[in-house]
């Protein structure tokens, strides 16, 4: 036993001295390496706190009055400005990568598709990535109304039944299985459409759609 505490303890002294060794004969390039590293760490710290932290901050004060406009209605200057302040297009091209310009995106799509132009509201919402339970399937909801404007009804029902899997809730969900149920019917694919409508009856029967789903899963099922 011994024997064997003293072997392993020479091991040991041979794995410290070798790596006592390659310090020695490494310093300089160890130190350049660890300088670098500290320079980079220095510098994600530095641009977060003194560019990016701002710009945030700048972002999402210019936000405020193109919302504004939006909520009163006004889509052109809420997308273009005005004199005085940016408008979400503007925000988009300055602050593109903030959480306010990301958002200004969802915005122009709304604010597009209202003012009929339904090729840019489909390109403005295909850029906007929102991962919240709400932005997220009405922006999913949007851009299926602009393929369903645009008779592409095929794109609409795929993007219907997306947004209804992205947020379980009785809010967007069944009024995204409403509308794909709906856009199935058009396409004659009532298998699907009565699919639709019958998880509005199971899961959601405190929605607005709940109350007419019969009448439309009636008109499907009589199709089929």
């Not at 209605?73 to 979400?88: E, P, Q, V, W």
């Not at 969900?173 to 699907?192: E, H, R, S, V």
């Not at 699919?195 to 109350?211: A, G, T």
Request: hydrophobic share 40%.
């Amino acid at each position: 036993m011994k024997e064997q505490i003293e072997e392993k303890n020479t091991e040991m002294s041979s794995v410290i001295s070798r790596s006592e060794e390659f310090i020695q004969k490494n310093q300089k390039t160890i130190i350049i390496v660890v300088c670098a590293i500290l320079v980079v760490v220095l510098a994600i710290f530095g641009l977060r706190k003194w560019y990016f932290q701002p710009r945030e901050t700048r972002a999402a004060e210019e936000m405020f009055a193109a919302e504004q406009w939006f909520a009163q209605g006004d889509f052109d200057k809420a997308l273009n400005g005005d004199d005085t302040y940016r408008g979400f297009l503007s925000i988009i091209d300055n602050y593109g990568c903030t959480k306010a310009g990301k958002l200004a995106r969802y915005y122009a799509g709304a604010s597009y598709l209202r003012m009929g132009n339904y090729d840019e509201a489909i390109h403005m919402l295909k850029k906007y990535n929102g991962k919240d339970t709400f932005t997220g399937p009405l922006a999913e909801m949007m851009l299926a109304d602009a393929y369903m404007e645009q008779g592409d009804s095929k794109a609409a029902a795929e993007h219907y039944t997306s947004a209804a899997k992205m947020a379980d809730n009785f809010v967007t969900a069944p009024t995204a299985l409403f509308k794909a149920g709906m856009a199935y019917i058009m396409l004659n694919d009532n298998k699907k459409a009565v699919d639709c409508f019958q998880q509005i009856k199971d899961n959601y029967p405190e929605s607005s759609e709940w109350n007419e789903v019969d009448k439309y899963m009636a008109i499907a099922e009589n199709a089929q």
